[in-house]
């Protein structure tokens, strides 16, 4: 919907802003912990998800522990926000996505029970927010694909199709394809003789693997299911209840967690319970090469140390040529600190030559504070050569430079401990994002004096990323609010959520607050607040004469009806101005000949003079 007050206070606001003195801000948002004693009590007293609220809005934010930040190498350029999923509150999940530059919450949208995977994709020159949410069982889950636009329109929903127990999308994987297709991991039941790791011939084997799905038509591109193509015994997991043997659910022997396709249509993905990386051909299905596990396929360079990833998470080919691949290797099913010893837990980076068949390590990435992770993690390469890489099962995330250096060290909740279920940062990553919501701005009030006088404004604009500033406007008239002259406050935005105290100065019954960009243009505006109840009013809209006309506010393309009027005033300025130069010439004619005429006369006079 449209803002009624937008247009109006547009151009006056941002002239007007000068001249208003900044009124004393208060920051809404908690802010971040840079003290850890202070951070383990405040998530203690939160029950481990330290978490706030705003007076705004509804969503529950986390709050951040900065362990460390190098603010000036921590690489910002294009991929400013930071993506993550995940849980909060009393199962509040959805995607989050903060500005990097001051880690405020910039989108929340937290409707889901389980949220993760959540990243930004560019196809076709848009870019687009997708993640998996739904209902999580035994390691694995049953959801759909969502596919939103910067505009947070949801474009698609995808879910898996046509498997035997009728399983849908689970939650480890969530990949955009530049073809506009969605490929996410799928986990199913199916009757199977487990006797090779123990278990009954009339065994029961949850099959891992994945779909490709046009997002367009749902139809199912490809398809595949790990137990065609390995057999259970390179399982390393033990066939057992913590491996999803159950009466209803099976032998969880291969767990895929993630999918990457390349560009020649083959698909990277990762094998848990196998500690494989493998390389499977987009035709036929078969292993194109296996990395690691007991069927590793390639020497290793390193001394051992580039085929001995297990547990693993997140393979990614890096650069164009498939040589460079990146993992989150857990190293082990172990959560906590390293005690002294060696830490196992790394982001690993490895070059493999798939004809010398040859792997070794390029570089390892440890925890600054020495921890390991017994699952989840991910790690992203940034077009800046900088990584980051969430933690998993610690849930903190890190970037590093691309030597290995820490940079920025951040906790959503304590690490080192024992985990805690949905306090994790699975896939953490930076991309570039530009957020532009249809729905307004929201505002909320506190105005002791049931006016303007001595209240608080609070505002937020939950998804939009290019808010700089925020303008109060008051009137005791709640039509007339958009007066750019109502003008009573800005301060810039100081978080999720910004506090704008009015100070003594005004005590009007109506405020109303704008949301404008660094030029000082609104972006949207709130509602009109009455401050005698606290609560929003509705005004009638289509209030878009109050300010003066100018050029460039009618070639915007809402400004029709302005743009009409003044055309047709125009029209009438140029009518006018013709119907006067019309009689203009003709009186000037007329005067023209009366004067040739006396100047004829004068002449002939002359002439008869002289004669
Ligand atoms: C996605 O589709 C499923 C199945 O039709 C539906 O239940 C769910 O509400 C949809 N999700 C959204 C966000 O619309
Ligand atoms: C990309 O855009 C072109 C031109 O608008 C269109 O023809 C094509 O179908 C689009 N591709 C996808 C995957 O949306
Ligand atoms: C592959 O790319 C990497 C850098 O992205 C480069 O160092 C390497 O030489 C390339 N290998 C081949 C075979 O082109
Ligand atoms: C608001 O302030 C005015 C001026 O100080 C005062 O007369 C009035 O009683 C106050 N009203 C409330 C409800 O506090
Ligand atoms: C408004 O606040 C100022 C101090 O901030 C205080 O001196 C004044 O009494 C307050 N006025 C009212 C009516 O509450
Ligand atoms: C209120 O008005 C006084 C006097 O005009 C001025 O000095 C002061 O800065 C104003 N306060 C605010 C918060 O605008």
Redesign the pocket.
């Known amino acids: 919907m449209k803002a009624p007050l937008g247009r109006a206070v547009k151009a006056a606001a941002a002239a007007a802003l000068c001249l208003v003195a900044l009124s004393l801000p208060a920051a809404a948002d908690f802010g971040i912990y840079y003290n850890i004693d202070h951070f383990s009590a405040y998530a203690d007293s939160k029950g481990g998800f330290p978490s706030q609220t705003f007076r705004s809005s509804d969503i529950v934010a986390p709050v951040l522990q900065v362990n460390s930040w190098d603010r000036a190498r921590a690489s910002d350029g294009g991929a400013r926000y930071l993506f993550l999923g995940g849980v909060y509150g009393a199962m509040r999940a959805g995607p989050m996505i903060f500005d990097s530059r001051d880690l405020s919450l910039v989108y929340a949208d937290q409707q889901y029970d389980n949220a993760y995977t959540s990243s930004a994709f560019v ?3 848009s870019r687009y927010l997708a993640f998996w949410e739904g209902m999580r069982s035994r390691g694995h889950a049953n959801g759909y694909c969502l596919v939103f636009d910067e505009e947070y329109r949801l474009r698609h929903n995808v879910t898996a199709k046509g498997l035997r127990d009728g399983s849908l999308a689970d939650m480890h994987e969530v990949v955009l394809t ?3 297709s969605v490929i996410f991991s799928t986990y199913f039941n199916r009757p199977f003789d487990c006797s090779p790791v123990g278990g009954p011939e009339d065994g029961l084997l949850m099959d891992s693997g994945f779909q490709e799905v046009d997002a ?1 038509t749902n139809e199912v591109l490809f398809e595949w299911h790990a137990s065609s193509h390995f057999d259970i015994s390179e399982s390393y997991a033990p066939y057992s209840e913590a491996y999803g043997v159950a009466q209803d659910s099976g032998y969880d022997f291969f767990h895929i967690n993630s999918i990457e396709k390349t560009t020649d249509g083959n698909y990277l993905i990762s094998a848990r319970h196998l500690s494989v990386l493998t390389l499977i051909d987009g035709r036929t299905g078969k292993p194109i090469w296996i990395l690691g596990g007991k069927r590793n396929q390639f020497q290793d360079l390193s001394d051992g140390s580039a085929t001995n990833f297990g547990w693993q998470h997140d393979a990614r080919f890096l650069g164009g040529n498939q040589t460079q691949i990146t993992m989150f290797d857990n190293h082990g099913e172990v959560t906590g600190r390293c005690g002294g010893a060696v830490c196992h837990s790394r982001g690993l980076h490895l070059e493999i030559d798939a004809e010398a068949m040859t792997a070794r390590v390029v570089r390892e990435y440890f925890h600054p504070q020495g921890v390991n992770s017994g699952a989840m993690g991910g790690m992203q390469t940034l077009e800046s050569g900088n990584v980051i890489i969430g933690w998993g099962y610690n849930p903190g995330f890190v970037e590093y430079t691309g030597d290995g250096n820490p940079v920025m060290d951040i906790q959503r909740g304590k690490i080192g401990v024992d985990p805690l279920a949905d306090m994790f940062a699975y896939r953490v990553g930076k991309h570039p994002w530009r957020g532009k919501p249809t729905w307004p701005p929201s505002a909320a009030v506190e105005a002791p004096n049931r006016t303007t006088l001595n209240a608080t404004v609070y505002v937020s604009w939950n998804g939009a990323t290019d808010v700089s500033s925020w303008a109060v406007l008051s009137h005791d008239d709640a039509t007339r609010i958009n007066n750019p002259q109502n003008l009573i406050a800005t301060s810039p935005r100081l978080g999720f959520e910004t506090a704008i105290f009015l100070g003594a100065n005004h005590s009007n019954r109506y405020v109303a607050a704008a949301a404008l960009a660094t030029d000082g243009s609104v972006m949207g505006s709130t509602y009109v607040m009455d401050m005698e109840t606290g609560k929003p009013v509705m005004v009638a809209s289509g209030i878009t004469t109050v300010h003066p006309w100018s050029l460039a506010e009618a070639l915007r393309p809402e400004s029709y009806e302005t743009a009409a009027v003044a055309m047709a005033c125009v029209v009438i300025v140029l009518l006018g101005a013709a119907l006067i130069l019309n009689r203009c010439s003709r009186w000037l004619s007329a005067r023209r000949r009366a004067v040739k005429g006396r100047v004829d006369r004068a002449a002939y006079t002359k002439l008869g003079m002289e004669d």
């Open positions: 196809v076709n020159g530049p073809q506009m367009e």
